[in-house]
C-alpha cells in the first residue's frame, strides 16, 4: 500500500447553475498518509462533502486528480472506480443507509456479497463486528427495531468488515444525540485504531475534529487551514 493511501492535485468541481457554472471546489491539493485520521471541517456550503465525494470516487471532478489507494481515478470508467470502493473504500453515512428489510447482521454483511467474498466464516466475523459495537444481543433486529445510535453502530460494523484502507464518514454524528455521539465517536476511533485503517471524517463538530490527528479548515472551496497534532 503506498505511503499515502489518498493524494488530489489541483482538484476542481463546478456545476452548471442558470447557464453558467458555479464552482464549489477551487484546486485542492492534498495528500493523506497510510494509517492516519483526517478530518475536514467548514460551514455549510463550504465543499466538505463535494470533497469527500471526490476522494471516495463517487463523483468526478471538473479538473484535476485523485490519486486513491495507489489508482488514479481520472481514468478509470463507472464500474472500475466502483471496484476500487468495493476493495478498497468504507463508508458511514449521517442517515445510516441500512437496508430496511435485512437484520442487523445482513446488513454489516452487504459490503462482503458486493465483493463475492461471503465465505462460510463471514456470519461469524460479522457477528463479531456487532460485538464491538456492543450490538450482540441485537443481531436479529431490523433497522426498524433499533435507536439510531444503534443504526450507526450497525453502519460502523458494515463499514470495517470488509478491512478497507481508508474509511470515509460523512456526519457520523450529525443524527445522534450527545450520549449517542459520544459512544460512536469512541467506536469509531476505536475500531480505526484496531484495524489501522486511515479514516477521513466531514463534520460540523469541531470537537470531534480535534480528535483526529490532522484537521482541515474549509471555507468557500478551499482549504484554509491545516492543524497537525
Do not use: W, Y
Request: aromatic share 4%; glycine share 10%; proline share 4%.
Amino acid at each position: 500500500m503506498p505511503e499515502h493511501i489518498l493524494i488530489t492535485e489541483k482538484l476542481s468541481k463546478s456545476f452548471p447553475s442558470g447557464g453558467s457554472q458555479l464552482a464549489i471546489l477551487h484546486g485542492i491539493d492534498l495528500k493523506v498518509e497510510q494509517g492516519s485520521t483526517c478530518a475536514i471541517v467548514g460551514p455549510s456550503g463550504s465543499g466538505k462533502t463535494t470533497l469527500l465525494g471526490l476522494c471516495a470516487g463517487l463523483d468526478s471532478p471538473t479538473s484535476g486528480e485523485v490519486i486513491l489507494a495507489g489508482r488514479k481515478l481520472g481514468g478509470l470508467s463507472e464500474d472500475e472506480r466502483a471496484q476500487v470502493r468495493n476493495e478498497s473504500v468504507g463508508f458511514v453515512f449521517q442517515n445510516f443507509q441500512l437496508i430496511p428489510t435485512l437484520t442487523a447482521l445482513e446488513n454489516v454483511l452487504v459490503p462482503l456479497e458486493l465483493r463475492g467474498e461471503k465465505t462460510s466464516n463471514a456470519a461469524e466475523l460479522a457477528r463479531e463486528l456487532l460485538v464491538d459495537v456492543g450490538l450482540g444481543e441485537r443481531v436479529t433486529h431490523f433497522p426498524s427495531q433499533l435507536s439510531g445510535g444503534e443504526q450507526q453502530r450497525v453502519a460502523l460494523a458494515r463499514a470495517f468488515i470488509g478491512e478497507p484502507a481508508i474509511l470515509f464518514a460523512d456526519e457520523p454524528t450529525g443524527n445522534l444525540d450527545g450520549e449517542s455521539s459520544a459512544m460512536v465517536e469512541e467506536m469509531l476511533f476505536e475500531l480505526n485504531n484496531a484495524k489501522e485503517t486511515t479514516l477521513v471524517i466531514v463534520t460540523h463538530d469541531r470537537e470531534l475534529a480535534s480528535k483526529a490527528g490532522m484537521v482541515l479548515v474549509m471555507k468557500d472551496g478551499r482549504i484554509s487551514e491545516t492543524t497537525r497534532a
